[in-house]
């Protein structure tokens, strides 16, 4: 059974059809702040840096190389619902949050995306070693919303045959953390 959060959720992000994009808070009754609060009381409540080092199975001690970078931000990919909220700022039912801890030898990643409109979640962790990394980079996306053109942003970590994506839509200083991995990256290969 959903909870009420997930319903008022749902609400905002699924108005009745006929009326693309602008009237989203006069159909669901849900505004984009009250949609954004639901969004930042269900990150809070996951404790994700701990779930991740958990999950990692290391000391925050073991992982100094550089402080931890934690992106998050909508996810609008795996079948999100996404609109347009009256405030022209993109949003979707799926969110994202990734933390990447640094050691000596390795990178350590940890996502975690959930769905606000039911109990789904999608749980990852990988490592690499600094010498298999290829690249930090960053990747806008555009997507038709109603016929409207939105762009978001994401990161990738880069390894030989694969690109590891997360959302960082939700960091205001995610170019000075890249700029200090990017940095830290080159140290480890030169």
């Not at 550089?66 to 405030?87: C, E, L, M, S, W």
Request: charged share 30%.
């Amino acid at each position: 059974m959903a909870t009420a959060e997930q319903n008022r959720a749902f609400k905002y992000l699924n108005p009745k059809s006929g009326c693309p994009g602008g009237c989203i808070e006069a159909l669901s009754g849900v505004k984009d702040e009250e949609y954004d609060q639901i969004v930042k009381n269900a990150l809070n409540s996951l404790n994700l840096k701990q779930k991740a080092l958990g999950k990692i199975g290391l000391d925050e001690d073991q992982l100094k190389e550089i402080p931890p970078v934690n992106f998050h931000g909508f996810h609008y990919k795996d079948d999100a619902t996404y609109r347009i909220g009256k405030d022209g700022r993109l949003r979707s039912s799926k969110y994202s949050a990734t933390w990447l801890f640094f050691s000596s030898t390795q990178v350590y990643m940890y996502q975690y995306i959930f769905d606000l409109t039911e109990d789904s979640k999608k749980e990852k962790t990988e490592e690499y070693f600094y010498k298999d990394i290829t690249n930090f980079s960053t990747n806008t996306e555009t997507i038709d919303v109603y016929g409207k053109k939105k762009e978001y942003n994401e990161f990738a970590l880069v390894v030989p045959g694969d690109k590891f994506y997360c959302s960082m839509s939700g960091v205001a200083d995610a170019d000075q953390a890249i700029s200090a991995m990017k940095q830290k990256l080159r140290e480890k290969k030169g």
